[in-house]
C-alpha cells in the first residue's frame, strides 16, 4: 500500500487516485496497443481519440459553445501571457489589465512588450488581499480586450463574479480554478488555463478562445504561438505534450463520473466553508483575504507569528498534512483544495489545527 499524504500544495498538485492507478494500471499497454502513451506516436488512432475525447470531455465538462476553439498548448500560464497579446491586441493595440497578485502582474508586464497596455486598478499596497471592483467607465473605450486573473492562487482571492466590461471582449487567466465552479463561457473571449493546478501535471496549457478571435495575429507572429495554427490543426500541429493530454483526458472522464462540475462547485464550497468558518471562529488563526472575495482553491491563513507558523507546518507535515507552507512571498499558511483534495483532507486539517491552536495558546 502506497502511503499517501494529504498534499497541499498549490500546484503541481494532488491528481485524482483512481486517475493514478488506471494511468499506472496502462503504463506497459494502453488499451492493447502494446505500448504506454509516452512511447505512443501522436499520429496513431489511439492518440487520436485520447486527443478527441479529451477535448469533448472538456466541453461537456464546461458547456464550451461550438463557437469557441478549444486548444491544447505547452507553455504553461507563462507563455500565455504572451500569446494573448500577440492573438488578442491587435486591434487598437490596447489592453486593461486588473493587477490582483503577482500572476496577474506578470501577465500585465509582458502584455506592455506588445502595446499600450494599462492598469485598472491595484490591491499591491494591502498585500493583494482583495479584488479591487471595477466597472465598463474604469476601461479604456477603445481596447482590444480586459484582462482578469480569476484566482489568485498566492493570496487566495477570486472573483466571485464575473465582471461588467461593457461589452468589451474579456479574457482571464483561470490557472488555479477551471473545472472548480460552474462558469458561464459565453461571457469570457478567452480562457486560458495551466494544467498542473487542477487538471493534469504540469507540461498543457488550455486555451478556450471565440472562433471570431482566432486568426488575429500579426504575420510576424511565432508559428507555435498562433491561436490559428492550434485551431486549425486540432492542437496536433506539432508533437503535443502527449501524456498531459492523457492525464486530463482521464481526469475529464473521472470529473463526469463524479457528477461533473456543478457536483464538484458542491463539494468545494463545503469544503473550503468549513475551513473558513473553522478558521473565523478561532482565536489563534486568521484569513487574511477579503470575505467577499475568498479563494476555494487556495485558503491562506496565519496565525500572526512567524515562528509558530513556521511550527505548525512542520508538525501538520508529520501528521501527513503536507505542503502548507504560504508562498514564498507572503508567508504562513496556505491549503490549496483543488478538486482532488477529498473532504477527509480538509476535516483531518481541521483536527490538525483544532488540537494545534489548543497547545499553542
Ligand atoms: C501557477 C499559475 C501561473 C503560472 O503558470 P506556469 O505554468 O508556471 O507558467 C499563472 N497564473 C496563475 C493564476 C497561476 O496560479
Not at 48 to 75: C, H, M, W
Not at 83 to 105: C, F, R, V
Not at 181 to 198: H, T
Amino acid at each position: 500500500m502506497a502511503n499517501r499524504v494529504y498534499n497541499f500544495s498549490a500546484g503541481p498538485s494532488m491528481l485524482p487516485e483512481e486517475v493514478l492507478k488506471k494511468a499506472a494500471a496502462e503504463m506497459l499497454d494502453y488499451e492493447g496497443t502494446g505500448m504506454s502513451v509516452n512511447e505512443m506516436s501522436h499520429r496513431s488512432k489511439a492518440f487520436e481519440k485520447i486527443n478527441n475525447d479529451a477535448q469533448a470531455n472538456l466541453r461537456t465538462l464546461l458547456s464550451i459553445p461550438d463557437e469557441y476553439d478549444v486548444l491544447f498548448v505547452q507553455g504553461g500560464g507563462t507563455l500565455a501571457f504572451a500569446m494573448i497579446p500577440l492573438n488578442l491586441m491587435t486591434g487598437s493595440g490596447k489592453a486593461d489589465y486588473n493587477i490582483t497578485g503577482q500572476w496577474a502582474e506578470k501577465a500585465y508586464k509582458e502584455a506592455q512588450k506588445f502595446g499600450d497596455v494599462r492598469a485598472i486598478a491595484s490591491s499591491k499596497d494591502d498585500k493583494f488581499t482583495y479584488i479591487p471592483k471595477f466597472t465598463a467607465g474604469d476601461l479604456r473605450p477603445d481596447i482590444d480586450y480586459v484582462h482578469v486573473t480569476w484566482n489568485n492562487t498566492i493570496y487566495g482571492t477570486h472573483y466571485a463574479s464575473v465582471p461588467d466590461t461593457g461589452g468589451r471582449t474579456l479574457v482571464t487567466d483561470m490557472s488555479s480554478s477551471i473545472l472548480s465552479e460552474k462558469i458561464d463561457v459565453s461571457k469570457f473571449g478567452c480562457i486560458y488555463a495551466g494544467s498542473q493546478k487542477n487538471i493534469a501535471p504540469a507540461g498543457l496549457t488550455i486555451i478556450i478562445v471565440r472562433k471570431d478571435l482566432v486568426g488575429k495575429a500579426g504575420e510576424n507572429i511565432p508559428t507555435y504561438l498562433d491561436f490559428k495554427i492550434h485551431a486549425e490543426n486540432d492542437s496536433l500541429y506539432n508533437t503535443p505534450p502527449a501524456w498531459c493530454i492523457y492525464i486530463a483526458g482521464e481526469v475529464f472522464k473521472h470529473l463526469l463520473e463524479r457528477g461533473g462540475v456543478e457536483e464538484m462547485e458542491r463539494v468545494n464550497r463545503e469544503k473550503a466553508g468549513k475551513l473558513y468558518a473553522y478558521i473565523d471562529g478561532s482565536k489563534l488563526y486568521r484569513a487574511p483575504a477579503a470575505a467577499e472575495d475568498r479563494s476555494l482553491m487556495n485558503v491562506v491563513f496565519v496565525t500572526g507569528n512567524e515562528e509558530l507558523d513556521k511550527k505548525f507546518v512542520a508538525e501538520a507535515k508529520a501528521e501527513g498534512l503536507d505542503q502548507l507552507s504560504g508562498h514564498r512571498s507572503i508567508g504562513g499558511m496556505r491549503a490549496s483544495i483543488y478538486n482532488a483534495m477529498p473532504p477527509a483532507g480538509v476535516d483531518k486539517l481541521i483536527g490538525f489545527m483544532r488540537k494545534f491552536e489548543k497547545e499553542n495558546s
